[in-house]
């Protein structure tokens, strides 16, 4: 049988990677006791079946380490996806569905998660693929389960998402990497560019030959595709990098295009979003 277990942090989007899971022909069950999957996966008649385990389940949680070692003594092959994200984005989803976190009890969010993390670490350490949903919506969520599940452990399932953004918004959250373009001339300055973005043609060959920026690129593009195999070591399956401005609308958004269309010519895959536009 072919076996998933979705587990990570509360709000992360379990509910939504067990959705997708059941579109791909999974056999879903959510918050399963881990002591039952063994005998579920042993005495079912289904090619495909997918788990949500996460903290709600209480004291059986603590059974977790059991049940994967039983998994593995008895020869069944299985994978971990492990859903995160930030503590900010974490407290704004809960605050937006006025949902109170598991483990707060009364107290706030964060404390919360702060127990959820310790309690899952270990789970989190033996996940196959660990996904950060702070920037994605729920489409992207869907593609990025279904690459990874059905597309095995390569690098081909790796994704860099890259964000542009404004510094006067605030920086972008859950990024890995975060690139201070404002060391390039701004074409804001520039009459005729102003108006316009990073996206027209105009601007981005004013921002791209400028000789600061073409080194840039020069030493940043072969830094990332020499990490992603690092990253993909460490049990992480994506990359966040994020391209920041002053106003998010010329420098950053040029640069996150060419960045992405750079690794696409490299062979990897790339979502691009335009935070500020």
Known sequence: MNTVIVTGLSGAGK??????????GYYCIDNMP????????????????????????????SNMAEALQDLEDSNVDYKILY????????????????RQHPLAKGESTLDGLVREKEMLEQLRERADYIVDTSN????????????????????????VNIVSFGYKRGIALGADMVFDMRFIPNPYY???????????????????KQDVTQAFFARVEP??????PSYMREGKYNLNLAFGC???????????????????TAGKRVTVEHRDL
Request: aromatic share 6%; glycine share 4%.
């Open 34 to 61: 881990p002591a039952l999957i063994k005998s579920f996966v042993q005495l079912a008649s289904v090619d495909k079946a997918a788990f949500a385990i996460d903290v709600r389940g209480g004291e059986l949680f």
């Open 136 to 159: 994605m919506k729920v489409a992207r969520l869907w593609q990025e389960v279904k690459d990874l599940i059905t597309s095995g452990e390569s690098e081909k399932t790796f994704v």
């Open 246 to 264: 002053t106003g998010g609308h010329h420098r950053s958004v040029a640069s996150a295009n060419e960045m992405a269309e750079r690794l696409r």
């Open 190 to 208: 520039v009459k005729s560019l102003r108006s316009l973005t990073g996206n027209n043609k105009k601007v981005r060959d004013y921002v791209l």
């Open 223 to 228: 830094l990332v595709l020499e990490l992603i």
């Open 83 to 98: 859903l995160e994200a930030s503590d900010e984005i974490l407290i704004r989803r809960f605050s937006e569905t006025r």
């Open 15 to 24: 509910s939504q990677a067990m959705n997708c899971l059941e579109d791909l």
